[in-house]
Nanobody, 115 residues
Framework: QVQLVESGGGLVQPGGSLRLSCAAS????????MAWYRQPPGKERELVAS???????YYLDSVKGRFTISRDNAKNTVYLQMNSLKPEDTAVYYC?????????WGKGTLVTVSS
């Protein structure tokens, strides 16, 4: 059974930083594209960042230069380092893993950016 478990969310002031983690189990982690999505209040879910097993990355334009995705294939964990956070980054952040048409989701972790 595949499980993705996010951690690291919370309340942070504008300009602050958080690091999200997603621990995966039940899958061949290194073969999966791992990604972070987010769903702001009242809005649709959007792709924030992704990384292939080989290290190729994608970032949403609004987070480029502020967020960094990384993965540790030995620990089956993907991270999202978020710096210079803005109120508009407030959302539930979801971990996603996909491989050949199969996709898996975590339950999400809430990030609130507010003073």
């Amino acid at each position: 059974q595949v499980q993705l478990v996010e951690s690291g969310g919370g309340l942070v002031q504008p300009g602050g930083s958080l690091r999200l983690s997603c621990a995966a189990s039940g899958l061949i982690f290194s073969s999966h594209v791992m990604a972070w999505y987010r769903q702001p209040p009242g809005k649709e879910r959007e792709l924030v960042a992704s990384m292939t097993g080989g290290g190729s990355t994608y970032y949403l334009d609004s987070v480029k230069g502020r967020f960094t995705i990384s993965r540790d294939n030995a620990k089956n964990t993907v991270y999202l380092q978020m710096n210079s956070l803005k109120p508009e980054d407030t959302a539930v952040y979801y971990c996603n893993g996909r491989y050949i048409g199969m996709a898996y989701w975590g339950k999400g972790t809430l990030v609130t950016v507010s003073s």
